[in-house]
């Protein structure tokens, strides 16, 4: 039997994979969370096979999310499920530890398909999302210009696209806000915008961020 977290601030969502994965055979829902602190925390606690992990959350979002739980736990595997499919999310995600990367509108049996491939040992990509990556290293010209991002730039970037205050995003990272805002003017230098404001309509334009208003979990 392979037991599976969800993590992802709809609830709607969450009760629908559950859904489907309850009715599959050889997997079994062992528990939920709504954001990437009750994830990092719930994994400390309990022993489980597979995390599928949403991106874009209140507080330390999934990428986050996925660094912390790789480091402490590698054993976990984790899937990111996101909306988020254009370069250098999937990469990055990779990068952090994930083993795999679907989006949202994958098929509910693909998303079968990759819990077990992942728990078998193997990494698992959607295949267009894998392919993008693969032309994207055979033409980095037209790579966008987010590629040039940390892997903590691109985090500390995706926070404040969510409207988080420098204050914020230094207590949730354990960073001085200090740190936080050297990252934010070495981001301002790399992608050439001049403020928060900028660097938002830059994700939008890009694919980072989703600028319509997302549902409530409550």
């Not at 969450?14 to 709504?34: C, F, M, P, Q």
């Not at 398909?113 to 290293?137: E, K, N, P, T």
Request: charge should be neutral; charged fraction near 20%; proline fraction near 5%.
């Amino acid at each position: 039997m392979i037991s599976v977290f969800l993590v992802d601030d709809h609830e709607l969502v969450r009760t629908g994979i559950r859904h489907i994965l309850d009715d599959t055979k050889g997997l079994k829902v062992v528990g939920e969370a709504h954001c990437g602190e009750d994830a990092v925390k719930w994994c400390r606690q309990h022993p489980v096979d597979v995390v599928l992990m949403d991106m874009n959350m209140p507080g330390i979002g999934g990428l986050e999310a996925t660094r912390k739980i790789a480091r402490f736990a590698p054993a976990i595997k984790i899937i990111m499920l996101t909306i988020y499919t254009e370069n250098p999310l999937p990469a990055k995600v990779m990068q952090a530890g994930a083993a795999g990367y679907l989006s949202k509108g994958a098929a509910p049996q693909e998303v079968i398909c990759a819990i077990r491939a992942v728990h078998a040992g193997s990494r698992y990509i959607a295949s267009d999302i894998a392919q993008r990556m693969a032309l994207s290293q055979l033409a980095p010209h037209t790579e966008t210009p987010l590629a040039c991002l940390s892997e903590r730039e691109l985090q500390i970037m995706m926070m404040i696209t969510q409207g988080q205050k420098v204050t914020e995003i230094s207590e949730r990272l354990s960073l001085s806000p200090k740190t936080v805002n050297s990252y934010r003017y070495r981001m301002f230098s790399k992608l050439n915008v001049s403020g928060d404001v900028e660097l938002t309509h830059l994700a939008i334009r890009h694919g980072l961020f989703n600028a319509e208003p997302s549902m409530s979990s409550e």
